[in-house]
């Protein structure tokens, strides 16, 4: 219905970070619109974006099953634009807050039915539906962590050869040096995370239920993406840490990949409640 549209997505509050389901953005309908009120924060392509998918809740007595997803055209005249923030790392992408007042958008232009449901059962399967972006997203971001971390790996690998240092797995590694053996467990580490994103945008793709997976990947790859990034720069010494290589870009950029879309710590506790089988109210 929207063809190719570039949509930012604006869940994070100044008062809802991990715990998306605080958000206090109002929806309330009024006629044949939807007039949305509050503040996002932290909204990458917020500027730049065709339009913004905003989480916001009709009704905050009746908690997170009363959040739905709305499209706001970027140049709706109730949306404003209140900075652009200054950034360490991912300085190529603007990250934006937002502002909604009175801000009227069409009725059809929510993301899936207006229903709140009656039932407690009916209301878990709502919020649910609405965390299951999540499930198509974490493999792609985990997937930035694995290009960062690879773009990495790549430059140390050739300032090593410039300097004769050839890390090809020939030599047993009780024969290989410090250097080397850093290199070859920075790659198994790179690999572990591949196969993990591979296997949740798998079944992603194959329409399996992949939730426990998408956190596993993300929370890995996080990780991984910090500590490639982080042992390259220490690898090349003063060639790591300069501006010359891209290596302290990648990881300055590396950091934010471990804390949106959910934290390192999020994911760790999803992961765990799928493994215990507890509910988010019994494990927080
Ligand atoms: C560059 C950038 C781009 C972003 N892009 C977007 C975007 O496009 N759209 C969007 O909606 N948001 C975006 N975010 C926001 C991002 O998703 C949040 O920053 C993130 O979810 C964490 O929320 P918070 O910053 O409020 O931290 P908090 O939730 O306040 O957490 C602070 C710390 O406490 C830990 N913590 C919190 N709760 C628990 C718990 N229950 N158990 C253990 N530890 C916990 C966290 O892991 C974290 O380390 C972006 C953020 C940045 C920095």
Redo the contacts with the bound molecule.
């Keep these: 219905k929207y063809g190719k549209l570039y949509c930012?997505?604006?869940?994070?509050e100044p008062g809802a970070?991990?715990?998306s389901a605080a958000v206090s953005t109002t929806a309330e309908l009024d006629g044949d619109e939807w007039v949305l009120n509050g503040e996002?924060i932290?909204?990458?392509a917020g500027q730049r974006c065709d339009a913004v998918v905003v989480w916001a809740t009709l009704d905050k007595s009746l908690g997170k099953a009363a959040i739905k997803s709305f499209i706001v055209p970027r140049d709706n005249p109730g949306l404003q634009l209140v900075r652009v923030?200054d950034?360490m790392g991912?300085r190529v992408s603007d990250?934006a807050a937002l502002s909604f007042n009175n801000c009227r958008i069409p009725k059809d232009h929510i993301l899936g039915s207006a229903e709140i449901g009656d039932t407690e059962e009916a209301r878990k399967k709502a919020f649910g539906g609405v965390m299951q972006t999540f499930d198509n997203t974490r493999p792609q971001v985990a997937a930035m962590a694995l290009g960062v971390a690879r773009a990495a790996l790549e430059i140390t690998r050739e300032i090593f050869e410039k300097e004769g240092v050839g890390a090809d797995f020939s030599k047993q590694p009780y024969n290989s040096t410090a250097r080397e053996l850093e290199l070859y467990r920075l790659e198994a580490d790179l690999e572990a995370a591949r196969l993990m994103t591979l296997k949740a945008a798998w079944m992603a793709d194959n329409g399996q239920p992949n939730s426990k997976e998408a956190s596993m990947c993300k929370a890995k790859a996080g990780r991984m993406g910090n500590d490639v990034t982080l042992k390259c720069v220490a690898l090349c010494g003063e060639l790591g840490y300069s501006e010359g290589t891209l290596l302290e870009k990648l990881a300055r950029d590396s950091k934010?990949i471990d804390?949106?879309?959910?934290?390192?710590?999020?994911q760790q506790?999803i992961v765990a409640r799928h493994l215990l089988g507890l509910s988010s109210k019994e494990l927080?």
Aim: glycine share 8%; aromatic share 8%.
């Design positions: 930012a997505m604006a869940i994070t970070g991990s715990d996002k932290y909204c990458t923030e950034k991912l990250t934010i804390i949106f879309e959910g934290t390192q710590q999020i506790l927080k």
